[in-house]
C-alpha cells in the first residue's frame, strides 16, 4: 500500500508518496512523468516516512544541506537503479554531466543517451538529486520537473550559474 501527502515548496507543490519501506515518488505538480509509479489504490496519509521528508524538504528549501536523508524505496530496472545510486553520491552544490556518469559505469559517451533516459525517469528527485547532472557543455538539459526548476534548486544550492546555459528549447528525458 503506498501512501501519499502534499508539501507546498518555493518551487511549487510536491505530491509525494511512500510505502512500508521508504519514500517511493516525489512529483512536482505538472511534471513530466508525474506520479508515474503511484499505485492506484493509494492512501492520503502522514507516514513517518513521509514526515521525515516533509522535513528533510523544509531544511532544504531553506538553503541547507539536509544532514539526513529520509528512506528510499527506489522501484526500477536494474539499470536505472545503478544510475540512481550514482546519482545518490553526487554532492550537495556540485554538478556531474551524464557522460561522466556513463563513465563511472563503464559505458561509452554514446551511452550518455541511456544513462539520460534513466536520470529523467527518476521518481525521487531532490532526494536523489537527478537536478545536479547537466550536459558536458553546461546545457541545462533533461530534467522532467522543468528547465526553470532546475535553474532554482541549483542556485538555491549556490552553485555558479555562469558555467551553464538554458537550451533555446528545454529537454526532458
Known sequence: MQYITHYQSPVGGILLAADETGLTGL???GQKYYADCLDPEHEEKDTPVLAQTKEWLTVYFSGREP??????HMLGTPFQLSVWKILQKIPYGKTVTYGEIA???G??????????GAVGH??????IPCHRVVGA???????????????????????DMSA?????KGLAF
Do not use: C, H, M
Open 27 to 29: 512529483w512536482f505538480d
Open 67 to 72: 544532514f539526513f536523508s529520509p528512506p528510499v
Open 103 to 105: 563513465k563511472q559505469k
Open 107 to 116: 559505458l561509452s559517451r554514446i551511452s550518455a543517451q541511456a544513462v539520460g
Open 122 to 127: 527518476n521518481p525521487i528527485p531532490l532526494i
Open 137 to 159: 557543455n553546461g546545457s541545462l538539459t533533461g530534467y522532467a520537473g522543468g528547465i526553470e526548476k532546475k535553474v532554482q534548486l541549483l542556485k538555491l544550492e549556490k552553485n
Open 164 to 168: 551553464f546555459f538554458v537550451p533555446n
